[in-house]
């Protein structure tokens, strides 16, 4: 009972200084015994007087001369009473000893269970002053959420006394904790935590709240018991970070706004600069001019590759650089993008070759606009820095059990690295000659920028060099949704012998490796004379023409070291066209362009008899020819609409000179009324629109001008856009308007022309 009550008032929180005084003052006094002393004297001198008298009366009756056996018998009768007199005292003094052992047992153990009960309010007061040191909040409340107990610091939290807190909830009190309910006892016991907001007279101030719900297995009394930590200043630092990360995550964005903006804006300019610079070059100018000219379209390009890096980045930084996944084809970017860079690499005199494996799939799908943007900059960057020999495309599949990729490795014969720099030079901002005497320019962005390509796109990116033997690029990306190659690509040489004469070992081998993978025997040699004794059975010798003289001597000769039989094929480079006519007199059966195209030496060693040289073609560059339209020849009827006055005159005077009539309108309201308003024999062939003008910008006047079409039940007229914004997801967009085609800016005269005239062809 003691115990029970010492347990309940510490469940209470009553004070148990209220029971018990305190262990100085405590002292006990010896129990009173069970009998009255007086009482026991006077009844054992009650029967020593009636022993007494009955011996006295045995006596007289003796005196008297009464029988003898009544005196025996009183006689007796008083031993016997006197006998059990002597047994009762005995026994009463034995009952006595037993109260006194009983009585100060108790008293021993009462004074053992004050002192534990002492104890056990000592030790109590101990872990609630320690509770209320660490500043934390102790609560416990009933299963209907009113307070039972609340330690002291949780009192001068709200200020309230902590005897009145009893019977109150968290509500009444301001403080919103909800309650867990009684089904949330799967196992008899729930523990919960949050957060929570509790305001004070010194301001709001926040708290961990964490909760022990328990209910009792046998009476299914429900209690909960809460203590809470203050968490203010944590509070207020989570906030300060997040404050700060905002205003960093806006100044960044700011600036890749900024970054995004003045990097298209400077490409409206050098789409003036280079155009015209294309134009001028067209004309007649003397060798210095020429020179100038030339110069000036270098320097354009190298800014313009400097603000398409930019302009990368920015978007990297705003986070909006995800991919765009679409059926593409490997081969056909590979060789677009190594014919698109083989000026750079012929002007450098070094080689430039591409090979593509028979079993890399003929689609997958993958986003064509990054993969193209990795290949430029590593393509570039290995010609940029290599100034002998060449560059190496290759292209396989990477096939195991758990994976299928697509592995692009591009092999130079440049400088090399040292290893301290195969891993920094794809940090932002970073070159591996970081000097200011470096031989090489640029930003440092294009590697940096291509691993955060590939690695979106899911893939990998290395570089494994050794300094003075030229480095080797390499970089995957998943083949998704292959679809495989047409079979016997691999055998399709098969039986064939050819023979490669070129100085340009880079060149060479990639040839040699494309013959080779496809069935077929090829041997490499650097003069006639390594090339005779590989004569005898020779299908066909590829020779470069840039060992040929212009009389075809080299082919004789070849000739008569054996090489009489087979068909004998020139690589040209593309400032080698102009002697087509002379390789044809000389002999030569066909020419392939460098750098070669796998399919296309396919298709020319495969013909047993390869089509003739033909007559000599003009050169590329220059002017473009008047082409042959549909059925017809004469010009087309073409609408430029462009608010960029030297944009809109460099356009007009491209297609002028093609022979194309042109009419120019300054914003997207102008274009619509002229597409709409014109009488049947006046409609235009082709629109170039431009996405950005006033009034009216190009998608809405597409959207115009379709509409109009559709209600008057005419036919579509094509619609090119021109836009400085090269993304993928800006052509399906302005394809999914309605319009029929794409340019990109900086204008290329020869695209413009190409684009314009291949428009009404598919018409």
Known sequence: MIAQSGSQQA?????VDAVLPPASTRRFVAAPPLVPEPEFSRREGLSFLTFVAIVVMAGLAHLTGAPMFISVALLATGLAGLAMHLRARRSEHRTAALLDETTARSRAEIETLADRMWEMQESDERFRGLIDALGDLVIHRDRDGYIVYANKVFADLVEIDQRDLAGKTLAELGIEVGMVPDAAFSDHECLSSTDVSISTPSGQRWFSWIELSVRDKDSGAVSH????????????????????????????????????????????????IMGMARLLADTSLSPEQQTYVGAVSTSASAL???????????????????????????????????????ARAFAKDIGLGCHVEPDVPQLITADPGKVRQVLLNLIGNAIKFTDSGGVLVSIARARTETSDRICFTIADTGPGLHDADLERIFEEFEQADGTSTRTHGGAGLGLAISRRLVAAMGGTISVSSRLGQGSEFVFEIPATAATEAPQGRQNALSGRRVVILSKNAVEADAIARTIRANGGAVDIATTAAQAAPFAAGCDAILVDAAMEEGDGRLLKRLRQSGFSDCEAITLIAPTDRGMLGEFRASGYATFLARPVRGGTLLRVLLSSHAPSLGPPQPEKRGAPTLRAVGNRQRGLSVLIAEDNDINAMLARATLLKAGHRVRVVGNGKAAVEAVTGAAHKDRFDVVLMDLHMPVMDGLDAIAAIRRHEEESAVRPVPIMVLSADSQEKTRHAVLAHGASGFVTKPLDPEALVNAVEGQVVAA
């Open 225 to 272: 018991r809460a203590i809470a930590r203050d968490i203010t200043a944590r509070k207020r630092a989570e906030s300060s970070l997040i404050t700060a990360r905002e205003r960093a995550e806006y100044a960044s964005q700011a600036k890749s706004r900024f970054l995004a903006t003045v990097s298209h804006e400077i490409r409206t300019p050098m789409n003036g």
């Open 304 to 342: 313009l590759a400097l603000i398409e890096d930019l302009l990368d980045y920015s978007k990297i930084e705003a986070g909006r650089f995800d991919p765009e996944p679409q059926p593409m084809s490997v081969r056909e970017i590979a060789d677009n993008i190594i014919e698109l860079l083989a």
């Open 11 to 15: 469940d209470t929180g009553d004070d």
